[in-house]
């Protein structure tokens, strides 16, 4: 799965990246037997190789995450209130889901690595 920040705003800084990464941890936790086998976050989106029993819908999972760390992290980085200015947001209200079988191994390569890709891509554009 994978959702972006609303605007695609790079606010996803290192320090908010280690806050999601616990709350991501939390939520999920929470939910019996969902399971994330890979994450990766980026400055702007956010990308995640997840269990999620037949129990629940992924749109209910999907929507719990992003409700629960979106009021999180608001109350954390209150400089989140100027990047947004009135609006109580911080992810767009979309997001993609696709679902694995046979190929569960490369995309979760693909998901382990996808920062060293966005960063070589920074690399060669400076």
Known sequence: MVW???YRRRILNPG???YMSKLLTKVIKEMTGCEVIEKNIQ???????????PK??????????????ASKIRK?????????WKEVVVWSPGY??????LDEKQITEYVKWQGE??????KLEL
């Open 43 to 53: 400055v702007e989106h956010i990308h995640m190789v997840m269990v999620i029993p």
């Open 16 to 18: 908010v990246q280690e």
């Open 4 to 6: 972006i920040t609303k």
């Open 96 to 101: 993609f889901v696709s679902t694995v079988g």
């Open 117 to 122: 890709q966005d960063s070589g891509q920074a």
């Open 56 to 69: 629940y819908a992924v749109s209910d999972v999907i929507g719990e995450i992003k409700q629960y760390t």
């Open 76 to 84: 954390k980085f209150a400089w989140l209130e100027k990047v947004y």
